[in-house]
């Protein structure tokens, strides 16, 4: 019997009542764990539910069973009708939800409706949100004697107001805002906010108005949790941006008090519980004070309102501001130190002896093969990113926990400082940390002029022109990762490591795809902006971090655009799939096929503008690859493995590159075309 899930996720007998591990009460109606909605969605387990419906994590099975949510539309209405014309007022009203595209708000995919025994029910999908809500992380704080700090909850704010401002410009109202309603994305560490109850909304608004005549209405549905929500929304339904700014002051006082909101907002004397209790800057009591206001109209007119004024309080947190000027010899205790939302996700702080870079078609120190690194990551037989004397032409970078800087930590005049801050402050607006730019110019400016290395820049007039010299290499290399990686990426530069790359493994190999496709899409774009980087062991070194920044930049294109599933239709034994690729940009295409098979494949392109690769469901030492980097366009063999092969095609050319790929299989035996058991994913590698 498939087990069934209580809302926390325990797995029980289908057959129990009760949750044997947490004591709640098992509805009946909880679909079963691997049921199939749609022909499409394997349900996994419940999420939660209430009296509006239940939510589900399930595997798209059209999409390499990528995880997504599933909210079921279970208004409690009596009569075909009644249900009818609710499920008319959700599809309308989802529609507002599937214009909302931005970073920080799961994606709203469709509408579908599945038969579950005699009666059609009707569900909205939208994007799984890998990570801890703040709920969980606070818990978390409170076991080991501690809640959120302040500079923690400030960023919190910088970075979910913006959010809100996106929203309400769109018209739309939160009406939910909790720590359990926002959540920490694991992959970035951003705050995601979730569960705009949509189907809540429109479930209340289906039960008041579709009452069968002769039953009286049931009392009006108040969305929102009690102590968050504003007494306007509560009492009278009336919902405003300033109700979500309400809420988001009380999410904040909880995150850092660990008290409930009711305790919060009692009144003690002439003041609230929470201005004796909660310790924290008067600038910031004087925000939150008036984003509580009991009146929507003394709030804040709007987030951008809110952000203003953090802004002008100076409440932007610590770790977003950067240094005035690098000290000579600084240890890593003296560089920025890591975004608080990485802390709140992971207690380790970013090592200063990350890899350090190179420009804009800068060159950096040559040494080991790209093959060579290549293999050295696929068995995981990289050397730390840290803890590496990097030599330059014979001058040293310090290692592990120092770095050489090119500025003496001498007082600089007042021009100087000026001239200094330009680089800062675009690094800071573009998200790149301070410290790893400055390695990064260095190694460039060292490669550039190498009877410079070793020496310290100062302010005297001779070094002048190579200050100047210094800021446009800075300059060039900002404008390069501003064009070439995301604000998400370009934060985390300088501190990407191996357990990066073994947790971007971890989610292409659930979509069947190995580290090696995700390291050919990864070099294709990295050396068509670095060609003269081929052949050289840039892993180790500054210009390895804009590598990682591109890997995991592709890691997001492979969950959408650059992978491709080959299918036969039965009865056919042929495939032909046509497509351009852009300079630098390449495609993964995956076959389900059985051993013994004859596979003939053909890549019609110009002359020399591809490279073709052809990987294994389980590589071994001894058979890792079938093809690698090749420029051969045909291939033919018998297949040695059952399971999903890999065929990778990138661009090498300075022009796009139009390509048919053929792909033939002689069913020589009796069974079936496609692999009956293909490989787990985990045995890609």
């Excluded at 989802?94 to 599945?114: D, K, N, S, T, W």
């Excluded at 040293?396 to 930590?409: E, Q, T, V």
């Excluded at 490591?497 to 580290?515: H, P």
């Excluded at 890549?603 to 051969?632: F, G, H, N």
Aim: charged share 20%; with cysteine; glycine share 8%.
């Amino acid at each position: 019997m498939a087990a069934v899930f209580c809302s926390r996720g325990h797995p029980n007998p289908g057959d129990n009542r009760f949750c044997y591990l947490c004591g709640e009460k098992l509805s009946s109606r909880a679909m079963q764990q691997d049921l199939i909605l749609g022909d499409r969605y394997r349900v996994v387990r419940e999420l939660g539910h209430g009296g509006f419906g239940r939510t589900y994590l399930a595997e798209d099975l059209n999409r390499f069973r990528e995880a997504c949510v599933l909210k079921e539309f279970a208004p409690q209405v009596q009569g075909t009708s009644s249900l009818q014309k609710a499920e008319e007022l959700f599809e309308r009203e989802a529609g507002i939800l599937y214009g909302l595209h931005h970073p920080q708000i799961p994606r709203f995919r469709e509408l579908f409706r599945a038969v579950l025994g005699d009666r059609s029910h009707l569900f909205l999908v939208q994007d799984y949100i890998p990570g801890e809500t703040y709920g969980q992380l606070l818990q978390q704080r409170q076991q080991q004697g501690g809640t959120f700090r302040e500079p923690e909850v400030c960023q919190l704010l910088t970075q979910i107001l913006p959010v809100l401002t996106y929203l309400h410009h769109s018209g739309v109202i939160h009406r939910d805002i909790s720590p359990d309603n926002l959540i920490l994305r694991s992959s970035d560490g951003l705050p995601v906010l979730i569960d705009f109850g949509g189907v809540k909304q429109v479930s209340a608004a289906a039960e008041l108005q579709f009452v069968p005549p002769a039953q009286v209405a049931p009392a009006a549905t108040r969305l929102g949790k009690i102590g968050y929500a504003p007494i306007e929304q509560m009492q009278q339904g009336v919902v405003s941006p300033q109700s979500d700014l309400y809420a988001l002051a009380v999410t904040v006082l909880v995150l850092l008090s660990g008290q409930e909101p009711t305790w919060l907002l009692e009144m003690k004397g002439t003041r609230p519980q929470w201005q004796r209790s909660v310790a924290i800057s008067p600038a910031l009591t004087q925000i939150l004070q008036r984003m509580l206001a009991s009146h929507a109209d003394d709030r804040f007119r709007s987030a951008d309102a809110v952000l203003t004024a953090l802004q002008q309080a100076n409440l932007v947190p610590a770790a977003h501001q950067l240094p005035l000027q690098v000290q000579e010899n600084a240890a890593t205790a003296h560089l920025p130190t890591a975004p608080i939302a990485e802390h709140l996700h992971s207690p380790q702080a970013i090592s200063g002896g990350s890899p350090p870079g190179m420009a804009t078609a800068p060159t950096a120190p040559q040494t080991i093969a790209r093959g060579q690194a290549k293999n050295q990551v696929q068995w995981h037989q990289w050397a730390a990113l840290g803890g590496v004397v990097l030599a330059l032409g014979g001058a040293g970078w310090m290692a592990h926990d120092r770095w050489l800087p090119l500025f003496s930590s001498r007082s600089p005049s007042s021009q100087q400082g000026n001239r200094q801050m330009t680089p800062q402050q675009r690094s800071q607006s573009l998200g790149v940390d301070f410290s790893f730019l400055v390695q990064l110019t260095n190694q460039t400016f060292y490669t550039r002029y190498p009877d410079q290395q070793g020496r310290t820049l100062t302010n005297a007039p001779q070094d002048q022109e190579l200050r100047k010299t210094w800021d446009i290499i800075a300059a060039e290399w900002l404008s390069l990762l501003e064009t070439n990686l995301s604000e998400t990426v370009r934060q985390k530069l300088g501190s990407y490591t191996k357990a990066d790359r073994d947790r971007w493994k971890e989610q292409i190999n659930q979509l069947y795809v190995s580290s090696r496709s995700l390291f050919d899409l990864t070099d294709a774009r990295f050396f068509a902006l670095f060609p003269d980087q081929q052949g050289q062991n840039f892993i180790d070194q500054p210009i390895g971090q804009v590598w990682h920044g591109m890997a995991a930049e592709q890691v997001k294109t492979l969950n959408h655009t650059a992978l491709e599933k080959i299918q036969f239709a039965p009865g056919t034994f042929s495939q032909q799939v046509n497509g351009r690729l852009a300079p630098g940009t390449g495609r993964v295409f995956l076959a389900n096929l059985s051993e013994g098979q004859i596979m003939r494949l053909n890549i019609q392109a110009a002359s020399q503008s591809t490279l073709l690769s052809i990987y294994l469901p389980k590589p071994t030492r001894e058979l890792p690859v079938l093809l690698e980097d090749s420029t051969d366009v045909t291939w033919t063999g018998n297949l040695p493995q059952s399971g999903y092969y890999e065929i990778v095609i990138v661009a090498r050319g300075k022009t796009a590159t139009d390509y048919q790929l053929n792909l033939a299989i002689d069913n020589v035996t009796s069974a079936p075309v496609e692999a009956a058991r293909p490989e787990a994913p985990e045995a890609k590698n």
